[in-house]
């Protein structure tokens, strides 16, 4: 049993040796990624959940229970920086709010994109296994592939009690028809135009949560809260909803 | 440049080759099959770097799993609690501990563990990693009342054990921690991953009309919306190991995951078991009100009962939920009994 093992660690030392060499032809360096999020400049951290306190455009009182959603596609000068998918599930109640992008290639100014969920091309039903054990999916009746976000919480209704939301972004299905879905890709760019980035940069993120529910389309909870992944409408509304939420914030290097 | 490497290699393999030879007893690797739609689709089982399985470790685990030595008195083995018929759960709906008291909670079935991914263990997620879980029954003062001091010194002058740890661990000193090894070891060797929805994902099984309308209910969001929480044919667990509160209650006699974590907005919050082998399991829910799945599905179809922390996913709380028609409830209940997976129930490498 032991041998086998020298022979792999020996191999690891042979490949590591070989990248190093490639890396100094085309110096390329790592990015990280850091999303944070507020409401209307109010910062937002999980201990912000589960109280009602903030209050969206059409004036409801929401609580939030859990956000989390995907980026992917991250782009540095309009090209994806590595042959595999970059993605990454940001979970904030579980501090999850980070992506590393390696092989970055090293130089001043640079045109930085990110996709908010997957691209068709991308989401492809079942295929990445960390997401299947989050249970990000989204069933083959609406498409297959995964939740571009899932956005739970409560708001006050009408008669000022409890009723719940489940605002979920996904690709846009119109399934009047069983046999004949329609689908439309509502991932979308985030484009934050030119940044500087040097070794070991970290770039932040910044999420304005209530912009969901905002702009252009406000959002009326009492009408929109449940049972929206098969309505197709409510998914071009949060496409549109969406384009606005991120935009970019402190740019560090240490 | 290549022979250079072959040099090496070989150096290597005479360095490995000379050295150890007159050292302790190396246990055999335990090979862990893993089922072809786990390996496809989900990341891989939880594995500690500092308790690798081994052969000889699993055994000893099974061994010790069975035995009532681990208990104060010596009356009750954890299969008391967890029977293989049973799924490793418990018909009662309380287990009655070794001093005979009632526990609040119902037993939990055993299998697929390594696949918890964040390694939070019980119905409210209060022990941190399986080893740590298998020590907490035998010191419950409710379930095996044992004196962790009292059963290692017992295991020590037992006339097999020590041999038996000699061979897992490379010691025959027994202490508390690699009891917990050795039956954590054999308790990750538990999976259940065969039953007639894996064979019909697989390919090799085809579903009745029925079972296939309960899917699509269990996976509809206007209906079921049980994928959420349950996995799905893309996470085979059929649990998301997470916790939630599915309204069971307006108020809690038991606060869940609040008690441990003291954040009143986790009261009333359990872990969603998986959904595989119902039909061995009952009853259900953490305190085993339900002794089945019919109640199970009149529950989230119009019985829920609000509470503040309900989880957002429960649906028309103030009518009681979607009201699923009797036609979508026989078909969800056929669906969910096609996740039994008798031949795990009849494994042999799992039976005393």
């Known amino acids: ?254 | 440049m290549k022979y250079l490497g072959f040099c090496i290699i070989f150096l290597f393999f005479l360095m490995s080759c000379s050295s150890k030879e007159d050292d302790v007893y190396i246990p055999v690797a335990y090979n862990l099959e893993i089922p072809q739609l786990f390996a496809d689709k989900l990341i891989p089982p939880v594995i500690p770097a500092d308790n690798p399985l081994t052969i000889e470790g699993v055994a000893l685990g099974k061994k010790l799993f069975f035995d009532r030595i681990l208990s104060g008195i010596q009356t009750q083995s954890c299969a008391h609690c967890h029977k293989l018929q049973e799924a490793f759960s418990d018909r009662s709906q309380f287990s009655e501990g070794a001093d005979g008291n009632l526990g609040s909670r119902n037993s939990m079935p055993l299998f697929n563990l390594a696949w918890n991914f964040e390694e939070l263990f019980a119905w409210d997620g209060k022990e941190f990693g399986l080893e740590n879980q298998v020590i907490e029954p035998i010191v419950n003062p409710i379930e095996m009342h044992g004196d962790l001091k009292e059963i290692t010194k017992r295991l020590n002058e037992h006339d097999r054990y020590p041999d038996l740890f000699q061979l897992a661990f490379g010691t025959s000193k027994i202490s508390g921690d690699l009891v917990a090894k050795a039956v954590a070891q054999f308790m990750r060797t538990i999976i259940s991953a065969n039953s007639k929805f894996d064979r019909y994902l697989l390919g090799e099984a085809t579903l009745t009309a029925a079972e296939e309308n309960g899917f699509n209910v269990f996976m509809s969001e206007e209906k079921g919306d049980c994928f959420h929480c349950h996995g799905s044919n893309n996470n085979p667990l059929w649990t998301d190991n997470q916790f939630h509160n599915n309204g069971l209650d307006e108020t809690f006699t038991d606060l869940g995951l609040g008690a441990i974590s003291g954040d009143p907005a986790d009261n009333g919050k359990f872990r969603s078991p998986s959904l595989r082998n119902l039909t061995f399991t009952a009853p259900y829910m953490h305190d085993g009100r339900f002794s089945t799945l019919e109640e199970v599905i009149n529950h989230y179809s119009e019985g829920l009962r609000f509470s503040e922390t309900i989880d957002p996913l429960m649906k028309k709380v103030n009518d009681g939920g979607v009201g699923l028609s009797d036609q979508d409830k026989d078909d969800l209940k056929a669906f969910l009994l096609t996740l039994t997976d008798e031949e795990f129930i009849n494994n042999p490498a799992f039976k005393n």
């Open chain 1, 1 to 254: 049993m032991k041998k086998p093992f020298y022979f792999f660690f020996f191999l690891l030392i042979v490949l590591s040796c070989k990248d190093e060499t490639e890396c100094c032809v085309n110096p390329t360096i790592a990015i990280k990624l850091k999303f944070t999020h507020h409401w209307d400049g109010v910062e937002l951290s999980s201990s912000d959940f589960n109280e009602f306190k903030f209050r969206t455009a059409n004036d409801d009182l929401i609580s939030i229970s859990r956000l989390r959603y995907l980026v992917s596609n991250v782009l540095f000068n309009n090209t994806i920086q590595s042959s595999s998918t970059i993605y990454s599930l940001i979970d904030i109640d579980e501090n999850k709010t980070t992506l590393l992008v390696t092989g970055v290639p090293i130089s001043k100014v640079n045109a930085f994109a990110f996709t908010f969920g997957f691209r068709d091309e991308d989401n492809l039903d079942g295929a990445y296994a960390d997401l299947n054990s989050a249970s990000f999916n989204v069933p083959e009746m609406l498409g297959g592939g995964y939740h571009y976000m899932q956005f739970d919480g409560k708001y006050k209704d009408s008669n000022n009690a409890d009723a719940n939301f489940n605002y979920h972004a996904i690709r846009a299905a119109d399934i009047t028809d069983p046999d004949n879905i329609i689908l439309q890709d509502t991932s979308f760019e985030v484009d934050l135009g030119n940044i500087e980035i040097t070794e070991n940069t970290t770039i932040e993120i910044k999420m304005n949560v209530a912009e969901w529910f905002k702009n252009p389309n406000i959002w009326n909870l009492n009408e929109l809260n449940t049972v929206l992944m098969p309505n197709f409408d409510a998914q071009i509304l949060m496409n549109e909803n969406g384009q606005s939420v991120f935009s970019l914030g402190k740019i560090t290097s240490n």
